[in-house]
């Protein structure tokens, strides 16, 4: 493929920003949540996990309907709205002072978190030319990176600085000074989907063989990224949590880009590889390990792994579907991805507590041998598939 077409336009600098701000935002909040709830409402336990995570609930449960609204009524009305009140909601976390209102809110703001991450998906696939679609995923994607970096320290910093209220505030006022942003984007007028409205047609079939592949990864990212600093804290490394993450973090910018390259040159099969060789040596590496340097480097390597397939797995989705069903199909693939963090949150919760930190972290890397059956016997041979046979207009 020719990848000499234009990929840094102002447009996609534009939406690579303004998402970069909204996970910053969502990070350093989500990183002091239940502290905050603790301290505010006096939570604890289950009552406290389920407060945190209920938000999930109305993403995942709003996200094909959303999709199906992109192709019908367009971009942008469904993305500026979404951005603009995913930050205002942010204002209210202070001024919520019951277990009801908090629970509405967390609901609320799920709404519209699942509304922008399918929107800003769907209109950065736009923008982005096809011939360099992997590696413009890639660099989007490095917003996610960024804030699971930078997020959870500003957090912090600022709590301890100023005050939760700051933090809930500052947040939200950035939100909007970027949602004037994204006011100046200019998105590609893509024809509106003439379907009409079924349960069926909410997800998009070829979606499925690679958010299913996305599903079990996630499952065994949910566990990581939830537990790391309980198993921190348990004393049985001696490290740090945060460290952890930002080495995490780092694997995945770096993999982002070069995965997405390679995907445009040479397709998924090989890329796809290495990813699933770094995400089970890296839960290998994590189970074993017991002291500071070999726990950083395999999160760097659980960087590496789900770097690569974040962007390779979305580009193969989006590669399979015309413009009028991307909106449809994103929300497919990202549903998936939700339902996988959800799972194992549950199951890794569950297994460390039943059987311990070593068993689970072996299990974790186990399943990943699940994806990479079904990417080789189904996902894979799905997609060679149907891009040949009936390739649509990208």
């Not at 991805?337 to 972290?361: H, M, N, R, S, Y």
Request: charged share 10%; net charge positive; hydrophobic share 50%.
């Amino acid at each position: 493929m020719n990848n000499k077409v234009s990929l840094w336009t102002k447009d996609f600098i534009l939406v690579c920003i303004a998402q970069l701000a909204i996970s910053v935002s969502f990070m350093s909040v989500a990183t002091i949540l239940p502290i905050f709830l603790e301290e505010h409402l006096k939570l604890k336990g289950l009552l406290l996990g389920i407060v945190v995570a209920c938000y999930t609930v109305t993403t995942i449960f709003v996200r094909p309907f959303i999709g199906y609204l992109i192709d019908h009524w367009g971009r942008k009305i469904i993305y500026l709205p979404s951005y603009c009140l995913f930050g205002i909601l942010f204002l209210f976390y202070p001024f919520i002072g019951t277990l009801a209102g908090m629970i509405l809110l967390r609901l609320v703001h799920g709404i519209f978190w699942g509304a922008n991450l399918a929107g800003a998906g769907t209109v950065a696939v736009d923008i982005i030319p096809a011939q360099r679609r992997g590696e413009g995923l890639g660099i989007f994607g490095l917003t996610a990176s960024i804030g699971m970096a930078l997020g959870p320290a500003l957090g912090v910093m600022i709590i301890s600085q100023f005050s939760y209220k700051a933090l809930f505030m500052g947040c939200g006022i950035l939100l909007l000074i970027f949602f004037l942003v994204t006011l100046t984007l200019h998105i590609p007028r893509i024809p509106k989907s003439k379907r009409k409205f079924t349960f069926t047609g909410l997800i998009e079939k070829n979606s499925l063989p690679m958010g299913l592949v996305m599903m079990i990864l996630t499952v065994s990212y949910g566990g990581l990224t939830t537990y790391t600093a309980k198993y921190v804290a348990s004393g049985q490394v001696q490290a740090s949590a945060g460290i952890f993450f930002i080495c995490l973090a780092l694997g995945m910018a770096v993999c982002r880009i070069l995965a997405g390259k390679s995907f445009d040159r040479s397709g998924p099969t090989r890329v796809m590889g290495y990813c699933f060789i770094f995400s089970i040596a890296g839960y290998l590496l994590l189970a074993f390990t017991r002291d500071a340097l070999p726990f950083y480097a395999s999160a760097f390597v659980l960087g590496l792994g789900y770097g690569i397939a974040f962007p390779v797995c979305s580009a193969m989705v989006n590669h399979l579907v015309g413009p009028d069903r991307r909106g449809v199909a994103n929300a497919t693939f990202w549903t998936l991805f939700d339902v996988g963090i959800c799972t194992g949150i549950v199951l890794v919760g569950f297994a460390q507590e039943k059987f311990g930190w070593f068993p689970t972290q072996i299990g974790q890397g186990a399943l990943l041998l699940l994806a990479v059956v079904l990417f080789w016997f189904y996902s894979l041979p799905h997609y060679f598939y149907t891009l040949h046979r009936k390739r649509p207009e990208l």
